[in-house]
């Protein structure tokens, strides 16, 4: 889920955390200014001793984001049923072009007369390591079958390949045996005329001959 505000979004707005015991934990969130202005964010929690957020103050320029990491500190018992009542507020407001963060006023977050301060809730969820293994699974398994989908994808492409170039080796095979018919024909055809051509030139000097030795002596 997403929280969306006219001056920020936050992704995911709730926070997921591990929860084992004497072992921290931590979830990332991300932050994104939707305006043209510099805006400045607090985060409050209702539980200050067991989180550690950094950074909990900061100023993000026009249209960039930023990461905030809010870890939870070991803890020596569960809560009961797992159940979290912890609560994260952030507050965000726009300040003024070039804010440094050690610049902002102390009144920043107040909402005084005229001064749009926005409040985003973030609730607190502790998942057990069982809980957690198993959406590793689940997102294993999704990862699993995206990965098999996209061998067997590549797989097509790679038979649809292989036909291709087959039916290519084929036309070619074909076109050289008509090539070597179409030769075949163009030199009979060749000798044949050359054939005739000879024979032809025979008879005539044949005649000629024939013609001189019967023609009559002048002398």
Not at 7 to 36: G, M, R, W
Not at 113 to 140: F, I, M, T
Not at 152 to 174: H, P, Y
């Amino acid at each position: 889920m997403t929280g969306t505000g006219q001056l920020i979004s936050v992704h995911p707005d709730e926070l997921n955390f591990q929860f084992e015991l004497e072992k921290q934990s931590y979830c990332d969130f991300k932050v994104a200014n939707n305006t043209e202005h510099c805006v400045a964010f607090k985060v409050k929690t209702t539980s200050p001793k067991k989180y550690f957020v950094r950074p909990n103050t900061g100023v993000i320029q026009p249209w960039d984001l930023c990461f905030i990491r809010v870890t939870l500190q070991a803890q020596r018992e569960y809560p009961p049923d797992m159940q979290s009542k912890d609560k994260f507020l952030l507050q965000s407001t726009i300040v003024a072009s070039h804010t440094e963060v050690d610049e902002l006023p102390q009144d920043t977050f107040t909402k005084d007369s005229g001064k749009v301060v926005e409040e985003c809730k973030l609730r607190v969820v502790y998942l057990s390591p069982q809980a957690a293994l198993g959406n590793s699974d689940n997102e294993a398994s999704k990862d699993s079958k995206r990965n098999l989908d996209s061998n067997s994808a590549l797989q097509r492409l790679k038979d649809e390949r292989d036909t291709v170039v087959q039916q290519t080796r084929q036309l070619q095979q074909e076109l050289e045996m008509l090539r070597r018919r179409r030769d075949r024909k163009s030199d009979a055809g060749f000798s044949f005329k050359f054939s005739v051509l000879v024979g032809l030139i025979g008879i005539m000097v044949g005649f000629l001959l024939k013609f001189s030795l019967s023609s009559p002596s002048t002398e």
